[in-house]
């Protein structure tokens, strides 16, 4: 990996990515796309890109709390169940990480396994938690993609968490979402599956969290 990306260079562009991050969430034009008692769920187009997906709700956790569950790659799989595979394939620094992700088909078998290579970094403050990953265009040569597998492509997507209301043992979520599948699905009918799903995810995290906040404390 050393040969293409420098160590010292993942700071900066983790650095850049978190910034990206915040301007996307509060420059986009932001559409309603469906409301339910825990969540709402926001679209924005994006010239040349695939659509930007945003989730908000609350938890009765601490952020730090929420953060730790969704950073546990080994019990990744117990609620998300769109995850085949969750690796981390190399530690950069002990909040910057290389992730390796493989998806289940999805949208009854229209949508065949994808694999991701990103990087997942954490910028922790007083007032907030970012746990962000993004695919680096350099990941393709770096770890070549096997035969009869499609690699798909992450623009910064992740968790923002933050006290609710100044509450500190309560969570405000917001997660933003923007990946490029690849391959030949209609870009129509991602953006109709892609709300259900991040809703589902958010569901079982909801149920695992509750069940194992202890072990996170």
């Known amino acids: 990996l050393m040969a293409t990306i420098e160590k010292d260079q993942f700071p900066s562009w983790t650095s850049d990515v978190h910034q990206q991050f915040q301007d996307m969430l509060s420059n986009a034009k932001w559409t309603k796309v469906t409301e339910t008692s825990n969540y709402v769920v926001y679209s924005a187009a994006q010239q040349g890109k695939p659509t930007l997906f945003k989730l908000e709700t609350t938890?009765?956790?601490?952020?730090?709390?929420?953060e730790r569950g969704l950073s546990d790659g080994q019990r990744r799989k117990e609620w998300d169940e769109g995850a085949e595979d969750f690796a981390i394939v190399e530690t950069i620094t002990p909040d910057i990480v290389i992730v390796r992700f493989v998806t289940k088909p999805a949208a009854g078998g229209l949508v065949s396994s994808r694999e991701f290579y990103d990087v997942r970094s954490i910028v922790r403050t007083d007032d907030c938690i970012r746990s962000i990953c993004a695919s680096m265009p350099q990941f393709d040569k770096t770890y070549p993609t096997p035969k009869g597998?499609?690699?798909?492509f992450?623009?910064?997507?992740?968790w923002q968490l933050e006290p609710l209301n100044g509450d500190r043992t309560k969570t405000k979520s917001t997660f933003m979402s923007q990946s490029d599948i690849k391959g030949w699905i209609p870009s129509s009918v991602i953006n109709q599956a892609v709300p259900n799903?991040?809703?589902t995810i958010h569901d079982?995290?909801?149920k695992f969290i509750s069940e194992n906040h202890s072990m996170y404390s």
């Open 59 to 66: 938890f009765d956790f601490p952020m730090e709390v929420i």
């Open 149 to 152: 597998v499609t690699r798909g």
């Open 154 to 158: 992450d623009y910064p997507t992740g």
């Open 197 to 199: 799903a991040i809703i």
């Open 204 to 206: 079982d995290y909801r």
